[in-house]
């Protein structure tokens, strides 16, 4: 018996439209640029990680940041409140 002939999934205009699509799709290091995907110099389980660490040294940058601060009575004395 003679095999069936399968009909493509997608039809042809699809495809090409979808060539174009791909085709005009911003490189790998472009999107890390733009921050849509995130650097991976890091292994995939040590990024959770490497996020969190990142996150609680800016924390800790803005924490000091804030108590290196003026306090409102020292600003109004030197007359900037």
């Known amino acids: 018996p ?4 399968r009909k493509p999934s997608i039809d042809p205009e ?3 439209k979808l060539e174009k699509s791909l085709a005009q799709r ?8 733009r921050n849509i995907l995130k650097d991976d110099s890091v ?3 040590l990024q ?10 800016l924390e800790d940058r803005l924490e000091h ?8 009575e020292e ?6 409140l």
């Open 2 to 5: 003679p095999k069936p002939t």
């Open 14 to 16: 699809a495809a090409q």
């Open 26 to 33: 911003p490189d790998k290091h472009d999107l890390i640029e």
């Open 43 to 45: 292994a995939p389980a």
């Open 48 to 57: 959770a990680a490497k996020e969190k660490l990142q996150r609680s040294q």
């Open 65 to 72: 940041a804030l108590q290196a601060r003026p306090k409102p």
């Open 75 to 80: 600003l109004i004395k030197e007359g900037i």
